[in-house]
């Protein structure tokens, strides 16, 4: 199996670290949050980052150290479980779409949000490249939006008061309802539960699973 670029370098760049001060490769994540018809790309850092593909990506982060997006701490999946995650993205005006119709348009129809997708990426700044890194961005993660709630409120900038928009996004990721029978996921986490249900207290025999998942096996 070959190793994406953005692996490669990675590798390269831990294999042959001379030390902790040796800082020579930054990640960060991107965001994809893919509403019908107002898509928004975010990235981990401030200032517009733009990639290889062709696509600008609006810093999370302003001059005043603010976040606009709150993550939640986002787990593998391989145990076939499925975890709800909770974002709360800030809706600001980006070119050619003001903050307020993007979030009056999500808010009026929330078919523009359920059973989209949240599209997670590491982005590899090698020195020197600034805010257009040349390794294209590598896939982690693909999540599927089921609800959302909206806020706005006034707020004092300076002087002046200013309406801020926000939405929280309510999704999972695929492993959703994979664990119903027939076809479900098999892992120790969903075997446990299925005998929960038979009245079996404690059922073990799936315990063996998680551990394969860090094991290499070579055929003789």
């Given at each position: 199996?070959?190793?994406?670029?953005?692996?490669?370098?990675?590798?390269?760049?831990?294999?042959?670290?001379?030390?902790?001060?040796?800082?020579?490769?930054?990640?960060?994540?991107?965001?994809?949050?893919?509403?019908?018809?107002?898509?928004?790309?975010?990235?981990?850092?401030?200032?517009?980052?733009?990639?290889?593909?062709?696509?600008?990506?609006?810093?999370?982060?302003?001059?005043?150290?603010?976040?606009?997006?709150?993550?939640?701490?986002?787990?593998?999946?391989?145990?076939?479980?499925?975890?709800?995650?909770?974002?709360?993205?800030?809706?600001?005006?980006?070119?050619?779409?003001?903050?307020?119709?993007?979030?009056?348009?999500?808010?009026?129809?929330?078919?523009?949000?359920?059973?989209?997708?949240?599209?997670?990426?590491?982005?590899?700044?090698?020195?020197?490249?600034?805010?257009?890194?040349?390794?294209?961005?590598?896939f982690f993660k693909?999540?599927?939006?089921?609800?959302?709630?909206?806020?706005?409120?006034?707020?004092?900038?300076?002087?002046?008061l200013v309406r801020?928009?926000?939405?929280?996004?309510?999704?999972?990721?695929?492993?959703?309802?994979?664990?119903?029978?027939?076809?479900?996921?098999?892992?120790?986490?969903?075997?446990?539960?299925?005998?929960?249900?038979?009245?079996?207290?404690?059922?073990?025999?799936?315990?063996?699973?998680?551990?394969?998942?860090?094991?290499?096996?070579?055929?003789?």
């Open positions: 199996m070959t190793l994406s670029l953005f692996y490669q370098k990675l590798d390269e760049y831990v294999g042959t670290g001379t030390g902790k001060q040796d800082i020579r490769a930054v990640v960060r994540r991107c965001w994809f949050f893919d509403f019908e018809g107002y898509p928004i790309r975010v990235w981990q850092g401030q200032g517009r980052l733009h990639t290889e593909d062709g696509n600008t990506w609006l810093g999370t982060f302003d001059g005043k150290g603010n976040t606009l997006l709150r993550t939640p701490r986002i787990s593998d999946g391989r145990d076939g479980t499925a975890p709800t995650y909770e974002f709360t993205l800030s809706i600001i005006d980006t070119p050619g779409l003001p903050a307020q119709e993007a979030y009056d348009a999500l808010k009026s129809e929330q078919s523009r949000v359920r059973d989209r997708t949240i599209t997670g990426y590491y982005a590899l700044f090698e020195n020197g490249e600034g805010l257009r890194p040349n390794t294209p961005l590598e693909e999540l599927t939006m089921l609800s959302s709630r909206f806020e706005e409120k006034l707020e004092l900038d300076g002087t002046s801020r928009y926000s939405v929280t996004i309510i999704a999972k990721d695929g492993n959703s309802g994979r664990s119903n029978i027939p076809g479900g996921t098999y892992s120790d986490t969903v075997q446990k539960w299925r005998a929960a249900q038979l009245g079996v207290v404690n059922d073990r025999g799936c315990e063996f699973v998680a551990g394969l998942a860090d094991r290499t096996y070579h055929p003789q």
